[in-house]
């Protein structure tokens, strides 16, 4: 039986068309550029830079060929693969999100 850890490193991208919240940030921890429709994905949608760690797409035809555009052109999937870790390592350590949690609670009790 394969864990969860294990599907991801054998990954080159991560491709789901619906919502995602949380799995944004697992597929960026794993270094995996994101195709998916452009839809509302939680808060965590937030991290996602279209061209830079994700393509939003339009339809499952154009998820198809961005996903055969990015398997030709190993350069462009290996920088968004290098972006999406970075975006993972500069905002969305889970320490960075219990710091917002922790603001918003702030915010709230200070108001």
Known sequence: EQTTSELFTLA????????MGLA???AFYWGLPIITFKAKN??????????YNCFFENDKKSILSRILFL?????????MSI???NTFTEKAKLQY??????????YVFHK
């Open 12 to 19: 080159d991208l991560f491709c789901i068309p619906g919502a």
């Open 24 to 26: 944004i940030v697992e």
């Open 42 to 51: 939680g808060p965590e949608s937030y991290y996602l830079k279209h061209g």
């Open 71 to 79: 398997y030709t052109n190993t350069n462009v999937l290996k920088q």
């Open 83 to 85: 972006n999406a870790k």
């Open 97 to 106: 999100m219990m710091e917002g949690f922790r603001k918003g609670i702030e």
